[in-house]
């Protein structure tokens, strides 16, 4: 890979911006040739960090578009902007780096598929669970057949809660006030735990099951008397005569990449021919089939040479000329937010619903 890739960050709302910037930053072939927000003391830790000039950071997304002529863009809005975000930056022929979930609904996904069009550039949805490889392992031996057809999905993941940590994974401690004033907590932002962190179970899930959708969604949802959004839910999927459950949780009690919880983070999945259990950041899964009932534990593979996240993955592929696939897929990542947008009709609702926008 010859090129050196340009790149910025733009929206600094999620705390992964910090994280994915250090994914540039650390890849030979990429630099950080500028970074916005129209907060300035948002990008501070940022500008120090990776000792960035006054010169590359801006407020106004047009000029840091227009003096720094980017590759591709990564973009860490609040969820319910993520159509209006890529739609301002499409027209400077870039490809799009969407840090999770999708969008705020399918019409607004729909809406940046279609900012996209035509343009011979890639949008990327990044699910940060696609870089854990247990469920990459667990993928290749669902791919191939080890335990059969795939008739469910048990997923229960989140953290203590999204104000709880910062990029890299820097502990905080947020108070009640710090909790009103967040976009994760507000409505209108698509803030809540189901919002956040269902679209990460049921887009792998959907990986996993060879891009079934399900046939109707029931899900429920609670949390904290007085905020505005959900801290935990639990979705179920139908799948013919099968179901799947998806569990989402603000306040597990303690945060899965420090110390696995109980009930683990990650997923189970069970096949006509075995089962399989992929726990977050866990260096072996759990496998099961009928040859072998009792089980057995089998190490994760390494990732492929510089596909060991997202930004080192997307580069990796497009200048090879391939295509984008799994998770970071809008195809299939459609598909996942269809199951959340049903999720959220259903919990507003009581009562079962069907995907929306097919």
């Excluded at 008739?151 to 108070?175: F, M, Q």
């Excluded at 429920?220 to 459950?245: F, M, N, P, Q």
């Amino acid at each position: 890979m010859s090129k050196t890739w340009k790149i910025v960050g733009i929206e600094f709302s999620h705390m992964h911006m910090g994280d994915l910037l250090r994914c540039v930053d650390e890849h030979p072939n990429a630099e950080i040739v500028g970074i916005c927000d129209p907060h300035p003391e948002r990008m501070e830790d940022a500008k120090r960090t990776f000792d960035l000039a006054e010169t590359q950071v801006f407020t106004d997304y047009q000029t840091c578009m227009e003096q720094t002529k980017p590759d591709m863009v990564i973009l860490c809005p609040p969820t319910a902007e993520h159509a209006d975000w890529v739609e301002r930056i499409a027209p400077y022929d870039v490809h799009i780096f969407v840090e999770k979930p999708f969008a705020g609904s399918v019409a607004d996904a729909d809406r940046m598929v279609a900012a996209m069009a035509g343009s011979g550039k890639e949008l990327i949805i990044n699910w940060p669970l696609r870089w854990v490889e247990s469920h990459v392992t667990a993928h290749r031996l669902i791919s191939e057949g080890l335990i059969g057809a795939i008739t469910e999905v048990h997923y229960y993941d989140g953290n203590r809660g999204p104000l709880y940590h910062g990029a890299d994974k820097v502990e905080l401690e947020p108070t009640a006030e710090t909790k009103r004033e967040s976009w994760w907590y507000k409505k209108d932002s698509s803030g809540g735990s189901l919002c956040d962190y269902l679209g990460y179970g049921v887009t792998l899930g959907t990986w996993f099951n060879g891009g079934q959708q399900p046939d109707e969604i029931t899900s429920v949802v609670g949390g904290t008397t007085g905020l505005e959004v959900d801290e935990h839910s639990i979705t179920v999927a139908r799948y013919g005569e099968h179901l799947s459950k998806f569990e989402t949780r603000w306040g597990t009690f303690s945060d899965p990449w420090v110390h696995q919880p109980q009930p683990k983070c990650g997923f189970v999945i069970r096949g006509t021919e075995g089962t399989i259990s992929s726990y977050d950041y866990e260096q072996t899964i759990r496998v099961q089939t009928r040859e072998k009932p009792e089980g057995y534990d089998q190490p994760v593979d390494p990732f492929p040479e510089g596909e060991g996240n997202g930004i080192e993955y997307c580069l990796k592929k497009i200048a090879a000329g391939e295509a984008i696939d799994g998770p970071l897929s809008p195809v299939l990542a459609r598909i996942g937010q269809q199951i959340v947008d049903a999720a959220i009709l259903s919990s507003e609702t009581g009562r079962t619903q069907t995907l929306l926008g097919d």
